[in-house]
């Protein structure tokens, strides 16, 4: 699912936001552990993740516990919303802090 341009500025800004006020799980096995125990909020995950197996199960599985799931195009810039001095494939949101509002928004356009 193609996302919008808006939406994609709100995602990067939710994560930047709970990044400072609320709980990040940065990198594909600490995202799978926080959707496995359901403490996720938001999963987001890069498109330009190569070779596609490190991520590909993390869609079904968001999937089977109900968790927003939305990937977005650079790892680059996953990594520098995060805080990270480095890509990452993938981010879970298991605190939201101020980014609530912003992680409500998201879930109901990617609806």
Do not use: W
């Not at 709100?10 to 400072?20: D, G, L, N």
């Not at 938001?42 to 939305?70: R, T």
Request: aromatic share 2%; with cysteine.
């Amino acid at each position: 699912m193609e996302i919008s341009k808006e939406i994609n500025e709100k995602i990067f800004e939710a994560v930047e936001v709970a990044k400072t006020t609320g709980k990040l799980k940065k990198g594909t096995n600490e995202v799978t552990k926080a959707a496995e125990r359901g403490t996720a909020s938001l999963v987001i995950v890069a498109k330009d993740v190569n070779p596609k197996e490190i991520i590909m199960h993390l869609a079904p599985l968001c999937k089977e516990k109900e968790i927003p799931y939305v990937e977005i195009s650079s790892k680059e810039e996953l990594g520098t919303a995060a805080g990270l001095n480095r890509p990452t494939s993938a981010v879970a949101i298991v605190q939201e802090g101020e980014a609530k509002n912003l992680i409500k928004e998201i879930v109901t356009a990617l609806k």
